[in-house]
């Protein structure tokens, strides 16, 4: 199982991206997708969690600004992120659950910056 990330970048305050990560190897579905972010000097944190099935679940201080969807077709996961600020500046990784094994992508950079 290999996870692909794509989409960061450097973006203004208030700009938006879209973070996408295609996993590959998969033969069956995938349970569990979801982003986390990692700053300078800080632990990794949740952002947001889609299930197979069921609804997803966003961390506090993003739920209204970060969208996570996923495309189970294409074995995809996105992150659409809006209204960026500084703070949110990290690199983010997603991560898959698949048969009882979570799998790590090799993290995507967002810089939010004038």
């Known amino acids: 199982v290999q996870l692909v990330e794509s989409g960061g970048g450097l973006v203004q305050p208030g700009g938006s991206l879209t973070l996408s990560c295609a996993a590959s190897g998969i033969a069956f579905n995938i349970e569990d997708m979801a982003w986390y972010r990692q700053a300078p000097g800080q632990q990794r944190d949740e952002v947001a969690t889609i299930p197979r099935l069921g609804t997803t679940t966003n961390e506090d201080s993003v739920k209204d600004r970060f969208n996570i969807s996923r495309d189970n077709s294409e074995n995809t996961v996105y992150l659409k992120v809006d209204r960026l600020k500084p703070e949110d500046t990290a690199v983010y990784y997603c991560?898959?659950?698949?048969?009882?094994?979570?799998?790590w992508g090799q993290g995507t950079q967002v810089t939010v910056s004038l």
């Open positions: 991560h898959i659950s698949y048969h009882d094994v979570g799998y």
